[in-house]
């Protein structure tokens, strides 16, 4: 059974540095046992992303060995299809998920949601986890939002029956709080790219997310 508890998102990069970035985010996930490592750059061309994408496909294939880390693109399905990778992340501005799932049966396909009434129009058109967020405050996504107040984010989680992994200034700290408002997990950008240590990071996210998913509130 796929799991989604703990993703890593990468953060915007320049092509200079994709190369040693993207090996190093991949080296992360997989020492981690992240469930989920999201390609997710939207300033760069589609070539580019599919490139990205492949490099990225390569890296985890190699350093996968028991546990698998997912691979999925940010906002494109053709992309995600086209490069080998697990699935597609969507928003509300994108494609359908439905229409995802009917051409693209083998996709993994997340939704962002900021509501109730997206989050479960998600789950009827086949999404198979939801984003929700911001949680927190965030730099880390230029496009992120306001906050998400806490009791809505409550909602969603109790609303849907496929996980809702958190997003949005996530840190070590605010886990357990997610957990107990019914979070299946969460993802985070910079608290592992801009850490000096990723892999160590990642790893102590990794211990905090199974700990305290045992609080999570269930319906």
Do not use: W
Not at 11 to 32: C, H, P, R, V, W
Not at 74 to 103: M, T
Not at 109 to 127: R, W
């Amino acid at each position: 059974m796929k799991t989604f508890n703990f993703q890593i998102i990468t953060k915007d990069f320049t092509l200079e540095e994709s190369a040693e970035y993207l090996s190093g985010i991949a080296d992360a996930a997989a020492g981690s046992s992240a469930d989920v490592l999201q390609l997710r750059n939207k300033n760069i061309s589609s070539r580019n992303l599919y490139d990205c994408a492949v490099f990225l496909k390569k890296r985890l294939d190699n350093l996968n060995k028991g546990s698998k880390t997912l691979l999925i693109i940010n906002d494109r399905p053709d992309i995600a299809y086209i490069a080998g990778a697990d699935g597609v992340h969507l928003g509300q501005e994108d494609f359908p998920a439905d229409r995802i799932k009917k051409f693209f049966p083998n996709l993994i396909v997340g939704v962002s949601a900021e509501n109730v009434k997206q989050a479960q129009t998600a789950q009827k058109d086949g999404a198979d986890y939801i984003g929700a967020g911001p949680v927190y405050a965030t730099s880390s996504k230029k496009d992120a939002g306001d906050v998400m107040d806490k009791e809505i984010f409550k909602a969603v989680c109790s609303s849907v029956d496929i996980p809702v992994i958190a997003i949005g200034g996530i840190t070590e700290d605010n886990i357990e709080e997610l957990a107990l408002l019914g979070a299946s997990g969460a993802a985070v950008i910079g608290a592992v790219s801009n850490a000096d240590d990723p892999l160590s990071a990642a790893i102590n996210f990794r211990k905090h997310i199974d700990k305290f998913l045992k609080y999570r509130i269930r319906k």
